[in-house]
């Protein structure tokens, strides 16, 4: 099990960027692939992207794909998401998780909001 810690959420105005930071305890992060979700009010947590344990392969979801990108540093084993061209539709609890060995995403961090305004 890794534990899984996010931050950089916050009030941006719409246009903006932010970068968020997901921190993971554990040797074998390196290993793992990592995605990013979030979850709107009233609505279904989705996907937004994931990262391979490389960082080689990068997937990003179509609503986010040319202004959200992926990334890692297995050596700090951090996952960052950096947002740019901000729309109030991202606005939503943004959360990290691991596949520690592409069995599911069994690992949660506990998110981090990020609030976009018009």
């Known amino acids: 099990q890794v534990q899984l810690v996010e931050s950089g959420g916050g009030l941006v105005q719409a246009g903006g960027s932010l970068r968020l930071s997901c921190a993971a305890s554990?040797?074998?992060?390196?290993?793992?692939?990592m995605a990013w979700f979030r979850q709107a009010p009233g609505k279904e947590r989705e996907f937004v992207g994931r990262?391979?344990?490389?960082?080689?392969?990068?997937y990003l979801a179509r609503s986010v794909k040319g202004r959200f990108t992926i990334s890692r540093d297995n050596a700090k084993n951090t996952v960052y998401l950096q947002m740019n061209s901000l729309k109030p539709e991202d606005t939503a609890v943004y959360y990290c998780?691991?596949?520690?060995?592409?069995?599911?995403?069994?690992?949660w961090g506990q998110g981090t909001q990020v609030t976009v305004s018009s």
């Open positions: 998780a691991a596949d520690p060995d592409d069995s599911g995403w069994t690992d």
């Open positions: 554990g040797r074998t992060f390196s290993s793992y692939t």
């Open positions: 990262i391979s344990w490389s960082g080689i392969s990068t």
